[in-house]
C-alpha cells in the first residue's frame, strides 16, 4: 500500500532561520513526488514534481530533493508569508490506483 | 481566470438532505477527481474519471455518486447527508490520468457543514 508520513507536524521559525521538512514514503512504482502548500481556508497550490533519486528543484527559498526513501522540502532564511501547510504526495503505477496519496502535511509558522 | 472552480464555497445543510456540488476546469485536463480532507486536515482521494471511466475508492459510502456531463464537468451528489460527511470537499483535475506522473490543479474547497 502506498503511504507517506510527514515530519514533524508543526515547525515553528524565526524570519532567516532556515530549516527542512521531511516526507518519507513507500510506493509501488513511483510515478512522481509532489510538494504542495496550502494556505487557511484554499486548495493546495503545487510547488514541485521530482520524478527520481537524486534530482533536485528549486524556487525562490525552496528547495525540495529526493532520495529512494525520502523527500525534503529545504527553506532557506524564511519570511513569514511562507507560513503555510506543506503538503507531500506519491504517485505510484500500481498501487492506489495511480492517484496521488498525500501525507497529513507539515504546518510551518514563521515568526517575524 | 480560475483553472478550478467550485461551487459553493460553503455548504450547510441537515441531516438526510441531497446536496450537490459543482466542479468545472477549464484547463483542457483529460481527468478529474474529488478529494476528501477531514478536520484534521488529511486529504483522501474519493473518485477519479478519465474518459468516461471512474474510479472509486472502496472506501466511499454508495451515498456519494460523481456526474460528468462533459470532460470539463465532475459535479459531485450526495444522498442521505450524515453528520460524518462533514468535511471540506476539493475538485482537482490533471493533463493526464493517474499514474501518468502529471500532478494536479485543486479548486479552493467547498466546506459541507451537516447539522
Known amino acids: 500500500e502506498d503511504q507517506v508520513t510527514q515530519s514533524p507536524e508543526a515547525l515553528r521559525l524565526q524570519e532567516g532561520e532556515s530549516s527542512s521538512l521531511n516526507c518519507s514514503y513507500t510506493?509501488?512504482?513511483?510515478?512522481?513526488l509532489f510538494w504542495y502548500r496550502q494556505d487557511p481556508g484554499k486548495g493546495p497550490e503545487f510547488l514541485f514534481t521530482?520524478?527520481?533519486a537524486g534530482e533536485e528543484k528549486e524556487k525562490e527559498r525552496l528547495k525540495a530533493t529526493l532520495t529512494k526513501k525520502e523527500s525534503f522540502l529545504h527553506i532557506t532564511a524564511p519570511k513569514p508569508e511562507d507560513s503555510a501547510t506543506y503538503l507531500c504526495?506519491?504517485?505510484?503505477?500500481?498501487?492506489?490506483?495511480?492517484?496521488?496519496?498525500f501525507g497529513k502535511g507539515t504546518k510551518l509558522s514563521v515568526k517575524p | 481566470d480560475t483553472a478550478v472552480s467550485q461551487t459553493p464555497k460553503y455548504l450547510v445543510t441537515q441531516m438526510g438532505n441531497d446536496k450537490s456540488i459543482k466542479c468545472e476546469q477549464n484547463l483542457g485536463h483529460d481527468t478529474m477527481y474529488w478529494y476528501k480532507q477531514d478536520s484534521k486536515k488529511f486529504l483522501k482521494i474519493m473518485f477519479s474519471?478519465?474518459?468516461?471511466?471512474?474510479?472509486i475508492n472502496e472506501t466511499v459510502p454508495n451515498r456519494f455518486s460523481p456526474k460528468s456531463p462533459d470532460k470539463a464537468h465532475l459535479n459531485l451528489h450526495i444522498n442521505s447527508l450524515e453528520l460524518g460527511d462533514s468535511a471540506v470537499y476539493f475538485c482537482?483535475?490533471?493533463?493526464?490520468?493517474?499514474?501518468?506522473?502529471?500532478?494536479?490543479?485543486f479548486g479552493s474547497g467547498t466546506r459541507l457543514t451537516v447539522v
Open positions: 482537482a483535475s490533471s493533463q493526464r490520468g493517474p499514474g501518468t506522473g502529471y500532478g494536479y490543479t
Open positions: 521530482l520524478y527520481s
Open positions: 510506493v509501488s512504482g513511483l510515478r512522481g
Open positions: 474519471y478519465n474518459n468516461k471511466e471512474l474510479i
Open positions: 504526495a506519491v504517485q505510484g503505477g500500481g498501487g492506489s490506483q495511480g492517484n496521488l496519496i
